[in-house]
């Protein structure tokens, strides 16, 4: 059963438009969730870093929230440009697993003009 | 460009050969991580090498080993292959011994494919 869970799979949204992305989890307890962005063919790049205890951090137009009551987080995109389209990845840091990363399956997003 | 170099790029050989993947973390990083992320599946972690010693085990089958060198670069080794280990395999660097707050670096990947 795959611990991180993210929704939607696939979106396509039109350039300039705002879209949220979401990740549940079941992973714990957890140290840290991570959002990374992956374009095609190439390795993943780190977008945000929230340790258990921070709500919401940003990173430019990326903005990402966290509830650990709900094991909930989203990664919010303002203004989307055709350079976004990419996959987001949730990654969660399993402490009871000695400190692994946990990856989802991401969200293939993709901005069309 | 993230200072992870990956050799080689791209890597195409049959079923029961073997091959080594090479990756050389970024300046001053201690920690390599080895991932595999097979076509439409999420990244799989195999393995963490810290200063040259092992330091976490993930999803790694017994017919792939991987080391760290005292240069700290790091080589994956996969054997007996089969079709279902054609993946891009990634490495990652780091500061951090554990996998903690730190940022993981990413490579640029290799695409192994098996025929």
């Known amino acids: 059963k795959n611990q991180v869970e993210q929704s939607p799979q696939s979106l396509i949204i039109l350039e300039g438009k705002n879209c949220t992305l979401q990740?549940?989890?079941?992973?714990?307890?957890?140290?840290?969730l991570r959002w990374y962005k992956q374009d095609t063919g190439r390795g993943p790049v780190s977008l945000t870093i929230?340790?258990?205890?921070?709500n919401t951090k940003s990173n430019g137009r990326y903005t990402a929230t966290l509830d650990a009551d709900t094991k909930q987080s989203s990664l919010h995109i303002t203004a989307s440009q055709l350079s976004d389209s990419a996959s987001y990845i949730c990654?969660?840091?399993?402490?009871?697993?000695?400190?692994?990363?946990?990856f989802g399956a991401g969200t293939i997003l993709r901005v069309k003009s | 460009d993230s200072g992870v170099t990956q050799t080689p790029k791209h890597l195409i050989t049959a079923t029961g050969q073997r091959v080594t993947l090479r990756c050389s973390p970024r300046?001053?990083?201690?920690?390599v991580y080895w991932y595999q992320q097979s076509l439409d599946q999420g990244l799989q972690f195999l393995i963490q090498?810290?200063?040259?010693?092992?330091?976490a085990k993930g999803n790694i089958l017994e017919r792939f080993s991987a080391q760290q060198f005292p240069d700290l670069h790091s080589e994956l080794n996969l054997s007996s292959l089969e079709l279902g280990d054609s993946a891009l395999y990634f490495c990652?660097?780091?500061?951090?011994?554990?996998?903690?707050?730190?940022?993981?670096?990413f490579g640029p990947g290799t695409r192994l494919t098996v025929t």
């Open positions: 929230m340790t258990f205890s921070e």
């Open positions: 990652a660097s780091s500061e951090d011994p554990g996998q903690g707050l730190y940022e993981q670096y």
């Open positions: 300046s001053g990083d201690l920690s």
């Open positions: 990654v969660v840091n399993a402490m009871e697993y000695g400190n692994k990363l946990v």
């Open positions: 990740c549940n989890y079941t992973v714990s307890p957890f140290s840290n």
């Open positions: 090498y810290y200063n040259g010693e092992e330091r």
